[in-house]
């Protein structure tokens, strides 16, 4: 089936800096999301794209959907402590199934003090 | 109202029991759905429901029976489950089965079998 790599696994990055991670398919996708959890919380949408090559930010994060429409980054600006969860990928491959989503497997997030 | 709810927030159910998970929405969705996660490993779609009808069944087992008695609501029942089914349960809600509708997720059940 379709599946999504996403990378890297997890980050050790020292406060302020500035971070980056993706998610590949070798399945063209139509939407892709990103989401972040939090420990004992449900994953919370931060940025939802639908068009290739849109590049959209909210607040201290800006990802972009790829030309190719196989993949996706995320960035955050000037990390703050808040920042520390787990950052999900998630692609949608069908436009009709609205439902059917896949996920990547995740990118844990630690600031270092 | 911009909040899915889950009740109850940690549940410990022995293996003979018969427990049921609860989720609310009053933002007017009118898709639900109940996902399952294990520690560190992304959400797994279970059930979907749409206009309280179940449409999507991910080849879940039995022992677990999901119910939408309205709009707003959504329950998971749960019969002779297994250690294994011991996870985070996660209901979400979205507008519906349009494209730009995600959806919301809630805090999550942490259910354990004992």
């Known amino acids: 089936g379709q599946q999504l790599n996403q990378s890297p696994q997890s980050m050790f990055i020292q406060e302020g800096e500035d971070v980056s991670m993706n998610c590949t398919s070798s399945?063209?996708?139509?939407?892709w999301l990103w989401y972040k959890q939090e420990p004992g919380e449900g994953p919370v949408l931060l940025i939802a794209?639908?068009?290739a090559g849109e590049l959209t930010s909210n607040g201290r994060l800006t990802a972009q959907f790829g030309i190719t429409r196989k993949d996706s980054f995320l960035n955050i600006s000037a990390s703050i402590p808040s920042d520390v969860g787990i950052y999900f990928c998630a692609g949608r491959p069908n436009m009709d199934s609205n439902y059917q989503l896949i996920w990547g497997a995740g990118t844990k997030l630690i600031i270092k003090p | 109202d911009t909040e899915v709810t889950q009740t109850p927030k940690h549940l410990v159910m022995g293996m003979t029991n018969k427990k049921s998970l609860k989720c609310e929405q009053h933002?007017?969705?009118?898709?639900m759905y109940w996902y399952k996660q294990k520690a560190k490993k992304p959400p797994e779609l279970m059930f979907v429901?749409?206009?309280?009808?179940?449409?999507i069944n991910e080849s879940v087992p039995s022992r677990f029976s999901p119910e939408c008695p309205n709009s707003s609501l959504l329950n998971l029942h749960l019969h002779a489950l297994q250690p294994e089914d011991s996870a985070l349960y996660l209901c979400a809600s979205s507008q519906g089965f349009n494209t730009n509708t995600e959806a919301f997720f809630g805090q999550g059940t942490r259910l354990t079998v004992v």
């Open positions: 429901y749409s206009y309280e009808k179940l449409s």
């Open positions: 794209l639908y068009k």
């Open positions: 933002m007017g969705h009118r898709a």
């Open positions: 399945s063209i996708f139509n939407t």
